[in-house]
């Protein structure tokens, strides 16, 4: 998601990042005739091992609690929680699918609402 909505602190992360997507949107328009789709899925706060390092990581540098963190973090999301990880294989799944074959060039954001870019 740091591609709508920068992430503070990680310059060169966010650049790559918008450089992924205007390569993903240029490879979609040149390979759709050939029925091939090209999309982009921006993960929120999704609960894995990583999201749990990186909530610790937050917890010890700002001398919080990690529960602290998390009720910090869940409370940006409008979903009022962390998503799971077989909601965002969801999308990829439906992505991949013969049902999206007429979607391309897209960003899916998946991410409980925590992005507020229009």
């Known amino acids: ?12 992360s966010n650049g790559i990042r918008a450089a992924v997507l205007g390569w993903s949107k240029t490879l979609a328009a040149e390979v ?3 029925g091939v ?8 706060r999704i609960e894995t091992t990583r999201l749990a390092e990186l909530d610790a990581a937050n917890a010890a540098r ?18 009022g929680r962390y998503g799971r990880p077989e909601e965002f294989a ?3 799944v439906f992505l991949a699918s013969t049902q999206a074959s007429y979607v391309t ?3 899916l954001r998946v991410d409980g609402g925590a992005t507020r870019a229009v």
């Open 1 to 12: 998601s740091g591609v709508e909505q920068p992430i503070p602190n990680l310059a060169l």
């Open 90 to 92: 969801a999308a990829v």
């Open 32 to 34: 759709a005739g050939d």
């Open 62 to 79: 700002s001398g919080s609690s990690v529960e602290a963190v998390q009720k910090a973090s869940i409370a940006a999301i409008p979903a």
């Open 37 to 44: 789709t090209v999309n982009v899925v921006l993960p929120g």
């Open 105 to 107: 060039g897209t960003k």
